[in-house]
């Protein structure tokens, strides 16, 4: 399989340098260096900019509804074992609407892979806060900021008993990687891809000169102690470093 076996006739629409590019390009090399054939996948999206992803990869699969992402994974990994299954969302498809299926997915621990485009804001939507928007976010449904803390997903996720969590920024080479390590991997996987949204909300593209490997640093990515620390080290709000990487990775019994 090669790269053009993986890309559709559908013209992308997402805006000009959005990150997305990246990651869609992340997934491909991903998939094509797997060495799987295009029928050993199934693609579930939700509902916001990243499920425009379902339309650009020739993969089969289903765009669910909003939140529903990982239930419609885990019919089809019921269904079909055998098939890699990979999931995309949102911030606020996965962390608003979907936040019940991704803690108890965590639980689970069942073999698919689970990737979160975060932008810490409903782009599709035009740009209303989600729950890792920060402090003081200000748009037209908030005129006076964000005044709720934002939740920490990688937190939730490792206190909930995810066996495979990570978090890259929106390069392709780290998302080809991280993906491929994640599709290795026997258990449940959890990806954040930290996702500029450049038109409403370009703060955030700051994030990638704050942005360290954990492998680089020695990270011991078998220690839930170190992995909360690590995870500890960026809330959502404004930050001088975040890490990325995989932060923890066990197989149970």
């Keep these: 399989m090669e790269i053009k076996d993986m890309t559709t006739k559908i013209k992308p629409t997402w805006c000009p340098g959005c990150p997305n590019f ?9 998939i094509v260096n797997s060495k799987k054939a295009r029928e050993d996948f199934a693609l579930v999206t939700g509902i916001g900019c990243h499920a425009k992803m379902y339309d650009y990869l020739k993969l089969n699969g289903i765009n669910s509804l909003h939140g ?8 089809i990994k019921k269904a079909k074992p055998e098939l890699t299954v990979l999931g995309v969302s949102g911030d606020g498809d996965a962390y608003a609407e979907g936040m019940e299926h991704l803690i108890h997915a965590a639980r689970y621990d069942i073999d698919y892979n689970y990737i979160v485009h975060n932008n810490q804001v409903f782009a599709l939507t035009v740009g209303q806060p989600t729950p890792v928007s920060e402090l003081g976010y200000v748009d037209k449904t ?11 997903p990688l937190k939730i996720m490792l206190a909930a008993g995810a066996t495979f969590v990570a978090r890259v920024y929106s390069d392709v080479k780290q998302v080809e990687w991280v993906l491929g390590e994640a599709m290795r991997h026997k258990g449940f996987s959890f990806i954040e891809i930290l996702q500029p949204c450049l038109v409403f909300h370009p703060q955030t593209a700051t994030y990638k000169d704050k942005c360290y490997s954990l492998e680089k640093e020695g990270h011991k990515k078998t220690s839930f102690r170190d ?8 809330d959502y709000n404004v930050a001088e470093k975040i890490p990325t990487g995989i932060f923890y990775q066990v197989e149970r019994v």
């Excluded at 908030?142 to 920490?152: A, K, L």
């Design 68 to 75: 529903r992402v990982l239930p419609t994974c885990l019919g």
């Design 142 to 152: 908030t005129p006076r900021g964000v005044s709720v803390y934002p939740i920490n």
């Design 22 to 30: 990246m990651i869609l390009a992340g997934v491909k090399n991903a």
């Design 227 to 234: 992995a909360w620390n690590k995870a500890d080290e960026f």
